[in-house]
């Protein structure tokens, strides 16, 4: 029963996860690609998540592989866009509100494109050892 209702819940998840992502690239249109956005984006995704992997699993000891799974793939970016939109309803400055919708929404549209396309490769490369061991 447990692991239907987890399934189950997991299938919402995605779900409604879809018209959020839609409403991002509608809203990336809106959003001015500022000059910071080429330097945030990578500065982000390549070194502020990966570094904040390994502060916060310090004592978990995870492998190597999965831990650079974590760090790449880290959690879900579109919990940022929820945040933005509430620091937005509780009065942020208008100069600083536009910067951040912007830099919030390039990097979840960028976060969306790279993970998406590394997802398959990466996972199969992961798996493939453990895959090789359960065969032999």
Do not use: C
């Not at 492998?63 to 880290?74: E, L, N």
């Not at 951040?100 to 998406?116: E, K, N, R």
Request: aromatic share 8%; proline share 7%.
């Amino acid at each position: 029963m447990q692991d239907t209702v987890q399934t189950f819940n997991e299938q919402l998840e995605r779900l409604a996860e879809l018209p959020v992502v839609l409403m991002v690239g509608a809203m990336l249109s809106y959003a001015k690609p500022l000059p910071a956005v080429w330097w945030f984006v990578p500065l982000l995704l390549l070194v502020l998540r990966p570094l904040s992997v390994l502060v916060a699993t310090p004592g978990e000891r995870p492998r190597a592989s999965q831990q650079a799974m974590i760090a790449w793939f880290g959690i879900r970016g579109i919990g940022s866009v929820f945040y933005l939109l509430y620091a937005l309803e509780h009065g942020l400055a208008p100069h600083l509100a536009g910067t951040l919708v912007s830099l919030a929404l390039w990097t979840v549209a960028a976060s969306v494109v790279v993970h998406g396309i590394t997802a398959q490769p990466l996972m199969v490369r992961y798996l493939h050892p453990r895959r090789a061991a359960a065969e032999g």
